[in-house]
């Protein structure tokens, strides 16, 4: 139960920001739609707090399981990258390279949270 919330979360945050992407590169004002403004925050938010949640129920400890310290620190850089694509780069370059760079830390999320495993702290 939590854990379907927690991917059903998981996957509106990318729904949004890829939604958000398109926008901000067909220079749209919808943009600028309160609804559009604060969700992120909301989603995000509540990501890190399910995920948080889902570890201390099940008992996993990032300091024990390394590959959920490795997935925690690769959703701050989702994050971020998210961040940089729509509010810091300046031109469509950037914001495309932002793009793809947002989307390689979503695979390695995915990786990381089937698998289980850690991938580069792998051998730790
Ligand atoms: C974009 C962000 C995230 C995505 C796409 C994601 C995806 C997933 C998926 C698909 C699963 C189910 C894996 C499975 O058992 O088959 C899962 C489980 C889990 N996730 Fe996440 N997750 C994200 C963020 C987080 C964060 C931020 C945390 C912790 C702070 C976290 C902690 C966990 C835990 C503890 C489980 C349960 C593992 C288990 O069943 O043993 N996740 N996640």
């Known amino acids: 139960m939590l854990k379907h919330l927690h991917m059903t979360v998981a996957v509106i945050s990318i729904l949004l920001f ?6 901000t590169l067909a220079n749209s004002n919808k943009l600028s739609l309160k609804w559009l403004k604060i969700a992120p925050h909301i989603i995000d938010t509540l990501l890190l707090g399910l995920g948080i949640a889902l570890a201390i129920k099940l008992s996993i400890n990032p300091g024990e399981q390394l590959w959920l310290a490795e997935k925690i620190f690769a959703v701050f850089a989702y994050i971020f990258t998210g961040y940089y ?14 793009f793809l760079g947002a989307i390689g830390w979503i695979m390695l999320i995915v990786r990381i949270a089937i698998s289980k495993e850690t991938v580069f702290l792998a051998g730790l």
């Open 18 to 23: 890829t939604f958000r992407f398109a926008l």
């Open 85 to 98: 694509t729509l509010k810091l780069a300046r031109n469509r370059t950037m914001q495309v390279i932002g």
